[in-house]
């Protein structure tokens, strides 16, 4: 009996410290601001291993965790829902000691796919956060979304609207950054500049299209699909044509392209030149949200 009550209390204990820990991220109500925390770490810090997280083979998945660590202050991610549709991680980072909420596509697990529990968790989310004042940064390497009849029934589109909703109505500071891929519509929910997010930055390693570069090719050179050679080539076109941010850059979805090293340099900067955001808003009732 002893053994089980100091299991359960030592359960209490843990319980008690995350609750304190996520409150300390958060403020008093919402008309305060978010607590600035003392810090340590140097916002224009360069972090040289990020310029080799993305792997040559595009398949390969990487732990979207690193970079979030990477670009938070003393590397403190609080992973919300951790053990709930773990393709996309949502949490609390300080940068430069201020509050920041996180939404990212997670390669490790399903590839970064949004499907209906990832759309819900990541639009609660959000507005959560635009409920406090909260920033929002975005981490985006989404190949789209996770295709099959028992997503299309369960009503992935009218979920995924969810997230295009929260992140559309949204007033807070947001800044996105596009690390690898981001194909089609799940592009568009995750905060891409077409919806409002006031900065938007990529990596070189950045891939803005409608989709992959084999399957578009197949695609729109349907007729060549006998000629492998072929069908090689037209898939290398679209790769130098597409599979890179500068087209997206020049278009006005990217404000600029940065080096991954320089990503905690360029994010705390965004967020400083966005902490006197205000956002007016014409008076109405409330927004019909997808239902």
């Known amino acids: 009996k002893s053994s089980v009550a100091d299991g359960a209390f030592d359960n209490d ?117 635009d409920a406090f004042s909260i920033p929002i940064l975005t981490l985006v390497d989404v190949p789209g979304f996770l295709p099959g009849t028992a997503q299309e029934h369960g009503g992935v589109i009218k979920h995924g609207a969810k997230l295009l909703f929260a992140y559309s109505e949204a007033t807070v500071p947001m800044v996105t950054l596009i690390t690898r891929k981001a194909y089609g519509g799940a592009y568009d929910v995750m905060a891409s500049k077409h919806i409002g997010a006031d900065i938007n930055y990529a990596w070189p390693t950045a891939e803005i299209a409608v989709m992959g570069a084999k399957g578009a090719a197949e695609i729109l050179y349907r007729s060549e699909l006998k000629d492998p050679e072929a069908i090689a080539r037209r898939t290398q076109e679209y790769e130098e044509r597409f599979a890179n941010p500068f087209v997206a850059a020049e278009r006005g979805f990217v404000d600029e392209v940065i080096m991954p090293h320089s990503s905690r340099r360029r994010v705390a900067r965004a967020f400083a030149m966005l902490r006197s955001k205000k956002q007016e808003q014409p008076w109405r009732k409330h927004d019909n949200i997808p239902l």
């Open 13 to 129: 204990v843990e319980m008690l410290t995350e609750i304190r820990r996520l409150f300390d991220f958060l403020p008093l109500s919402n008309r305060d601001k978010a607590p600035t925390r003392p810090f340590f770490d140097d916002p224009a810090r360069i972090e040289a291993s990020l310029d080799t997280l993305i792997p040559d083979n595009p398949n390969q998945p990487y732990d979207m965790k690193e970079l979030i660590a990477k670009i938070a202050d003393e590397g403190d991610f609080y992973e919300i829902q951790r053990d709930f549709a773990g393709n996309i991680l949502t949490g609390f980072v300080r940068i430069e000691g201020q509050t920041v909420g996180v939404v990212a596509n997670q390669p490790m697990v399903l590839a970064g796919c949004l499907d209906i529990d990832a759309s819900r968790k990541a639009a609660r989310f959000v507005r959560f956060c």
